[in-house]
T-cell receptor, first 112, second 116 residues
Framework: DAKTTQPNSMESNEEEPVHLPCNHSTISGTDYIHWYRQLPSQGPEYVIHGLTSNVNNRMASLAIAEDRKSSTLILHRATLRDAAVYYCILSGSGTSYGKLTFGQGTILTVHP | NAGVTQTPKFRILKIGQSMTLQCAQDMNHNYMYWYRQDPGMGLKLIYYSVGAGITDKGEVPNGYNVSRSTTEYFPLRLELAAPSQTSVYFC???????????????FGPGTRLLVL
């Protein structure tokens, strides 16, 4: 299964944009890029996903490199509630079909 | 919709005891999953099910059993609890259609299990 690499931790100030990077150099053509986040003492929650084109939703934006070997989750204005562990996950065809493999993610700290 | 619900929220077990972690979803999802999360780590898949009557092992299935007799329920059974099974357990569900359309996984609030 293709793997992802994320920084262990990042920090941001409230109301500033945050760019969370993810490398996935072995991604296959059918792998989707998913982002989930886990708030303290809660289960993970879906943030966004994409295949090739950049994606926007009410929570965040996902920028995908042209060669698809990396992507960036963008929080446009961080709030204290965005402090969480952010997971970048690949899922697609083959043995990973329907399953998500969570790495250790990036711990985002947001300062007031 | 209640989404994904899990019971109990917290449990202490003695070594060798058994218990069942309950999971239910009311979204008519075909896929259901059990994960465990050890402190400071990501989630690891224990078992998953693609529909009633069908289950398969994930990354860390040893020491656990599952069954899926209906779409709604997916209980996880620990037969002989060991300290290594101290963890937080999350149940999740999703709808996965043929053709590879991606659907979101919805997670329950988790069950904290302590084995002493």
């Amino acid at each position: 299964d293709a793997k992802t690499t994320q920084p262990n931790s990042m920090e941001s100030n409230e109301e500033e944009p945050v760019h969370l990077p993810c490398n996935h150099s072995t991604i296959s053509g059918t792998d989707y890029i998913h982002w989930y986040r886990q708030l303290p003492s809660q289960g993970p929650e879906y943030v966004i996903h994409g295949l090739t084109s950049n994606v926007n939703n009410r929570m965040a934006s996902l920028a995908i490199a042209e060669d698809r070997k990396s992507s960036t989750l963008i929080l446009h204005r961080a709030t204290l509630r965005d402090a969480a562990v952010y997971y970048c996950i690949l899922s697609g065809s083959g043995t990973s079909y329907g399953k998500l493999t969570f790495g250790q993610g990036t711990i985002l700290t947001v300062h007031p | 919709n209640a989404g994904v619900t899990q019971t109990p929220k917290f449990r202490i077990l003695k070594i060798g005891q058994s218990m069942t972690l309950q999971c239910a979803q009311d979204m008519n999802h075909n896929y259901m999953y059990w994960y465990r999360q050890d402190p400071g780590m990501g989630l690891k898949l224990i078992y998953y099910s693609v529909g009633a009557g069908i289950t398969d092992k994930g990354e860390v299935p040893n020491g656990y059993n599952v069954s899926r007799s209906t779409t709604e329920y997916f209980p996880l059974r620990l037969e002989l609890a060991a300290p290594s099974q101290t963890s937080v357990y999350f149940c999740a569900s999703s709808y996965w259609a043929s053709g590879g359309v991606v659907e979101t996984q919805y997670f329950g609030p988790g069950t904290r299990l302590l084995v002493l």
